[in-house]
């Protein structure tokens, strides 16, 4: 617009739901995921303890140096390697579950990878209306309302059979 021109507008506001239609989500993404789950069978040391770390994006798999006490626990695989480094699962949470570990032949064996069936990691993004932990919060209350309705239908489902 040019200095001094001016819009005569009447404009009407629909209020709706996501239920409705889409665009009326302030979800931008939602999804889920099963939590990973990596299990060190045998040990892993030295320049295969980097190696297996770079596997993973950082912060999934620690280096920590055999203790005293690892190395002297019998049938712990780390006798005789005290101060050597090792490597230990830190935060599972953050793996993408790329399975390039399983690529590498050194590591045949020494390591199971998985998904936990009972631990979900979900992700919100908001598009901007609601906080994504108050779109989690009303989403279960939706659903909890939705469990009610449903819940006496079926019992009277299952009474008349």
């Given at each position: 617009m040019r200095p001094g021109q001016e819009i005569d507008i009447e404009m009407h506001m629909h209020k709706g739901f996501g239920w409705d239609h889409s665009k009326y989500s302030p979800v931008a993404t939602a999804s889920y995921r099963l939590m990973p789950k990596i299990t060190i069978l045998r040990p892993i040391l030295g320049a295969d303890a980097e190696k297996f770390a770079n596997c993973f994006i950082p912060g999934?798999?620690?280096l920590e140096k055999v203790t005293?006490?690892?190395?002297k626990t019998k049938g712990s695989g780390y006798e005789g390697h005290?101060?050597?480094l090792k490597a230990v699962?830190?935060?599972p949470m953050r793996d993408t579950v790329s399975r390039e570990v399983l690529?590498?032949?050194e590591?045949?064996?020494k390591v199971k990878l998985g998904r936990r069936k009972d631990?979900?990691?979900f992700s919100i993004e908001s598009a901007g209306q609601w906080d994504?932990?108050?779109l989690f919060m009303e989403s279960v209350k939706t659903l909890k309302k939705k469990c009610g309705i449903l819940r006496p239908q079926v019992t009277n489902m299952v009474q008349t059979f």
């Amino acid at each position: 617009m040019r200095p001094g021109q001016e819009i005569d507008i009447e404009m009407h506001m629909h209020k709706g739901f996501g239920w409705d239609h889409s665009k009326y989500s302030p979800v931008a993404t939602a999804s889920y995921r099963l939590m990973p789950k990596i299990t060190i069978l045998r040990p892993i040391l030295g320049a295969d303890a980097e190696k297996f770390a770079n596997c993973f994006i950082p912060g999934v798999i620690g280096l920590e140096k055999v203790t005293r006490q690892d190395a002297k626990t019998k049938g712990s695989g780390y006798e005789g390697h005290e101060g050597e480094l090792k490597a230990v699962v830190k935060d599972p949470m953050r793996d993408t579950v790329s399975r390039e570990v399983l690529r590498h032949p050194e590591f045949e064996g020494k390591v199971k990878l998985g998904r936990r069936k009972d631990h979900f990691i979900f992700s919100i993004e908001s598009a901007g209306q609601w906080d994504s932990d108050e779109l989690f919060m009303e989403s279960v209350k939706t659903l909890k309302k939705k469990c009610g309705i449903l819940r006496p239908q079926v019992t009277n489902m299952v009474q008349t059979f």
